[in-house]
């Protein structure tokens, strides 16, 4: 078994994705003043736990019960394992203004955290507004106190290894990938969306509209040789 605990923070001053030509970054007005843009990382984890576990069945030749007979060939050969994962949500970013700028970041006006955060208001929306026109919005690059969802699964699987013959062997393999169905949200939608008034005309600014997968089970056979 094997548990592992990290607590961090990942802070920079810009973030892209290079993707073979690489990204333009995420920053205001870029090697004029990076300093500006420093702020958490928008793929920062601040808390994450992780547990696995690999555990033989004591059953069948070599084990210690069961070694001979019919009920030894059933019980035999079989393989638990687990891997849980638990950790707190990332940064969020909120983005959008219509000021003649080009620069795509508004201004917050207050602390958009809030002590109990629900689907339909993940954040204050109201800490946000359109920057006056020609002006750059003031939002940090990811919010310092209000991060989005955490995530908690748990996949099992269970193997059995069963001997054909010396050069053959069959595995059999039943996985299950979330396998207490729990309800992992995504990030909500943080695109502020002004109108020529400065007014927002996104209806999902702030709400969270979906998730990630439900549980899944596989199964599977692996002939070696």
Do not use: H
Not at 29 to 56: F, K, P, T
């Amino acid at each position: 078994m094997l548990v592992s605990y990290t607590n961090s923070k990942l802070i920079d001053d810009s973030f892209s994705i290079a993707g073979g030509g690489g990204g333009s970054g995420d920053f205001r007005v870029g090697r004029l003043n990076r300093a500006q843009d420093r702020a958490i990382d928008e793929e920062d984890i601040a808390q994450r736990l992780v547990a696995s576990a690999v555990y033989e069945l004591p059953f069948g030749r070599g084990r210690r019960f069961l070694k001979d007979g019919v009920l030894s060939q059933i019980m035999g050969g079989w393989q638990f394992n687990m891997i849980t994962t638990v950790q707190t949500g990332r940064p969020l970013k909120v983005r959008g203004a219509n000021n003649f700028t080009g620069i795509n970041w508004p201004d917050m006006v207050c602390d958009p955290t809030l002590d109990d955060p629900g689907l339909n208001a993940w954040f204050n929306t109201g800490c946000f507004r359109n920057p006056p026109n020609f002006v750059i919005g003031n939002v940090p690059r990811t919010l310092p106190t209000t991060r989005g969802p955490g995530y908690k699964d748990v996949a099992l699987s269970l193997f059995r290894t069963q001997k054909i013959s010396e050069k053959f062997n069959l595995e059999f393999r039943a996985e299950a990938f979330n396998a207490f169905n729990f309800v992992n949200y995504d990030d909500p939608n943080s695109s502020l969306t002004p109108n020529a008034q400065g007014v927002n005309t996104n209806p999902n600014f702030g709400k969270i509209t979906s998730s990630l997968p439900a549980r899944r089970i596989q199964f599977g056979l692996r002939l070696s040789f």
